[in-house]
């Protein structure tokens, strides 16, 4: 499940403290490794960052594997999916993804 962090972060004299350094890197890999975001609120309009987090929970999609080999003796399984519909693909990050299709000047999105 993707993790969408928003941060107010009080300053010190203009400054982030250790605690508050050490928070936002914690906020990122969580944000990072669940696949979701992590917003620092005094750099993004706020409706900016709720209309993007609306639009990749929308589009969000959820896989499930159930093996045919259930032995857990710790080997890999190479899993493949395909789908039937075009426009789907993989994120940058690895994750499943609808992709819009690129427009002319512009590079291919990742929703």
């Known amino acids: 499940m993707p993790v969408y962090s928003i941060r107010y972060t009080e300053k010190k004299h203009g400054n982030l403290t250790a605690r508050n ?6 906020r990122d890999r969580v944000a990072k490794e669940t696949g979701g975001a992590h917003i620092d609120a005094e750099e993004t309009d ?5 209309r993007e987090i609306a639009e990749k929970l929308r589009t969000t999609y959820e896989v499930a594997y159930y093996p045919m080999n259930r032995a857990k003796d710790g080997t890999f399984r190479k899993i493949v999916i395909r789908t039937k519909v075009e426009g789907v693909g993989v994120g940058e990050d690895g994750v499943f993804c609808a992709v819009r299709t690129a427009r002319p000047g512009k590079g291919r999105r990742h929703e």
Request: proline share 9%; glycine share 10%; hydrophobic share 25%.
């Open 46 to 50: 706020p409706h900016t960052y709720f």
């Open 21 to 26: 350094k050490d928070g936002i890197s914690v």
